[in-house]
């Protein structure tokens, strides 16, 4: 599994680190990805196409010579949306998102759905786990956007959450379980 994190944060965030500390119980080897602009000292994340052209190199660089066993790509908020952008390009087996920000705060007409979708189109399974007061989107209007209702679970929080880690990494494990 390799996970992104989102652009207001690092991989310090707490259902991060809960997630790389949990999984590998369950068998699963767990990588946190410091996106580049964030080892370059950088406050704020660039456009789109510069995020998903630094994690193509490094999911095939973590890819190489890694067995035959499913890839798990994901991350939180910015870490979800590319991860679901490049599902295709880079052989992923399924995609875990953490709090997809759906559209902006406010802002439902700027829907990032085409996003979430683009693993779906390519037959690779997308689970989200999202605060159920997320400004970004709630669990329902993700839920709207996806064919299963049952690949959204919510969690208690907004988009950061926080102050319940314990829930997305029992979220994700279920998910995990039943996914690959």
Known sequence: MVLGHGAGGGIEAADLQLLAATLPALGYRVVLIEQPWRVAG?????????LDAA???MLAELTRGAGTGPVV?????????????????????????LSFPLHP??????????????????????RVIQGARDPFGTPGEVQAELPDPGWVRAVPGTHSFAAHPQDVAAAAAEFLSHLI
């Open 42 to 50: 950088k406050r704020v994340a660039p456009r789109p196409p510069a």
């Open 73 to 97: 790509v994901g991350g939180r908020s910015a870490g979800a949306r590319v991860a679901c952008r490049t599902a295709y390009a880079t052989g992923a087996s399924a995609v875990l998102c």
């Open 105 to 126: 705060p406010g802002q439902p007409e700027r829907s990032r759905a085409p996003e979430l979708r683009t693993p779906v189109a390519h037959g690779i399974p997308v």
């Open 55 to 57: 994690w193509l190199p």
